[in-house]
């Protein structure tokens, strides 16, 4: 046992001590040691697909919930939630996925799906279902041109099933119900009808909700403003 003894103190026991500090260096390393090794996992594992929640959300073997970065489906009671879904489930459900896993929000993963080495981001853009919602230049480049691409084939929500300048069920109902895309009502619900400045170039996109009404009365129930384009004028309901 090694001592050493100074004048007017108490022997201190160096051994001892030394054995201490190794232990308090020792944790903090297998602390991180253990935080590198699941944040690894996390960025690069490969797991069982075992259902779909939605057009761009399925459930893992482990019950973790993971969300595709870069792409957004309809929600399910809007036109092509439920194609979107079905399609997904053809495609991942009870095959292994790799996970490149970039962020964590409201308990879901965010991240770029792998399916044989293919992006399936990129793959499912292509069937005209899913959106493109925007992602870093790398990975952009893969998304992009198989939105262009669904979208100009009008395939999917881009058809007229979803997209729509004129009403297919009832052509008496000529009030267009847009959500967000005028620069006068920025990210309300507007309703245009004709009479109002470029109601002709409005398109109804039942995808993300919008909606066909008969009367002013009906939108504005449904929570819609009219547009500013169309202040001074009244919709004359069709006979």
């Known amino acids: 046992m090694l001592y050493l003894v100074m004048a007017g103190r108490k022997k201190i026991n160096w051994k001892k001590k030394i054995g201490w500090l190794g232990y308090m260096l020792l944790i903090p390393s297998l602390i991180a040691n253990l935080f590198l090794f699941d944040n690894q996992k996390d960025q690069k594992s490969?797991?069982?697909?075992?259902?779909?929640?939605?057009?761009?959300t399925f459930v893992t073997e482990d019950y973790s919930i993971v969300r595709f970065l870069g792409v957004s489906a309809p929600e399910l009671d809007y036109c092509g939630g439920v194609e979107a879904k079905e399609y997904l489930e053809s495609e991942l459900v009870g095959k292994r996925v790799t996970l490149e896993v970039l962020k964590r929000e409201n308990g879901r993963q965010l991240a770029y799906v792998y399916l044989n080495g293919e992006m399936v981001n990129a793959m499912i853009l292509k069937s005209g279902w899913f959106d493109y919602t925007g992602a870093e230049k790398k990975y952009g480049d893969l998304l992009k041109p198989n939105y262009y691409e669904a979208k100009e084939a009008k395939r999917g929500i881009f058809g007229p099933k979803c997209t729509q300048m004129e009403n297919p069920d009832n052509p008496k109902c000529l009030i267009k119900g847009n959500i967000g895309q005028s620069s006068n009502n920025s990210g309300g619900k507007i309703y245009h009808f004709p009479g109002c400045w470029r109601y002709d170039d409005v398109i109804v996109e039942k995808d993300?909700?919008?909606?066909?009404?008969?009367?002013?009365?009906?939108?504005?129930?449904?929570?819609?403003v009219k547009s500013k384009n169309c202040y001074g004028k009244t919709f004359k309901v069709q006979p």
């Open 46 to 56: 490969t797991y069982l697909v075992r259902g779909v929640i939605d057009g761009d």
């Open 208 to 224: 993300r909700g919008e909606e066909w009404f008969c009367s002013e009365k009906e939108a504005e129930q449904a929570g819609y």
